[in-house]
């Protein structure tokens, strides 16, 4: 069981980068697949979740309108698509998933989650 992120780097203010989330060992229909975020210095955040329950997209308020989540059930793979990036998105961005979390109980905090994949480093900076 095996999630594996990847797609980040370093990007200029204003711009766009697309993180993936790849499962192996298991599928992504769990209750909840979701991505977090941790900036130097400050607490892991949830930032984005799918709710497999009721289909429902959640974002925190410091993303809404420019983060997107997709999921691609026949690749099993979630990907992030984080446009009009800002200095303070630079994070460490970590995909996770969980059977029995509710995304209300995800977005805005660090809430446990049955599995993590590796983190992928994005940088915002002129």
């Known amino acids: 069981v095996q999630l594996q992120a990847s797609g980040g780097g370093l990007v200029q203010p204003g711009g766009s980068l697309r993180l993936s989330c790849a499962a192996s060992?298991?599928?992504?229909?769990?209750?909840?697949i979701a991505w977090f975020r941790q900036a130097p210095g400050k607490e892991r955040e949830g930032v984005a979740c799918f709710s497999s329950s009721n289909g429902r997209k959640y974002y925190a308020d410091s993303v809404k309108g420019r983060f997107t989540m997709s999921r691609d059930a026949f690749e099993n793979t979630v990907a992030l698509q984080m446009n009009s990036l800002k200095p303070e998105d630079t994070a460490v961005y970590y995909c996770a998933t969980d059977r029995t979390a509710l995304c209300v109980e995800v977005v805005g905090w660090d809430r446990g989650m049955d599995y993590w994949g590796k983190g992928t480093q994005v940088t915002v900076s002129s």
């Open positions: 060992g298991f599928t992504l229909d769990y209750s909840v």
